[in-house]
């Protein structure tokens, strides 16, 4: 796997040295969407963008798309973190929080540029950065389906990551 030029963000991240790769934020968000997952995985990794259409949870995200009548590329697609941490662990790992406060600067300027109206936070991790709502009777398991206040009073629907 040939390793992508990572920007210079991420030159004093505590998972710099052994993340792999940066992914790119896809689709256009024309239908003011932006889809928010944890991290990269192999198959991310290895294609520089989030949710690859062949990849486990990426796959269960394509047909979910299919049967909406919709086509990914309306989506914006990001990451919470934008590299894959090693051995794909994020969540509960010595390094979660100051690597997610470290990429903090890349999902807000993703949010930013995107400008969308309404965000998805796939799974747990992407729940708590974008709402701040975490711990057993405020976690993902019991707000799936309710939209919350986000970032920029942006709408925030939270779901449970496709994987």
Not at 32 to 51: K, Q, T, Y
Not at 137 to 148: K, N, Q, S
């Amino acid at each position: 796997m040939s390793t992508r030029q990572k920007p210079d963000s991420c030159g004093s991240c505590p998972i710099q040295s052994h993340g792999t790769d940066f992914s790119r934020i896809e689709g256009t968000g024309a239908n003011g969407v932006l889809l928010v997952g944890e991290a990269s995985g192999e198959m991310e990794a290895r294609d520089g963008l989030p949710f690859r259409p062949y990849a486990p949870a990426g796959s269960l995200l394509e047909r979910t798309f299919r049967r909406m009548g919709m086509a990914r590329e309306q989506f914006s697609i990001t990451n919470v973190i934008r590299c894959r941490p090693r051995n794909n662990w994020l969540e509960g790992s010595p390094w979660e929080h100051s690597a997610i406060n470290h990429c903090r600067s890349n999902l807000d300027a993703a949010i930013a540029d995107r400008r969308p109206r309404a965000i998805v936070a796939l799974g747990g991790t992407a729940l708590r950065e974008l709402t701040g709502e975490a711990g057993p009777a405020r976690g993902i398991g019991h707000l799936a389906g309710y939209v919350l206040p986000g970032p920029s009073a942006i709408p925030v629907a939270a779901n449970f990551h496709p994987a």
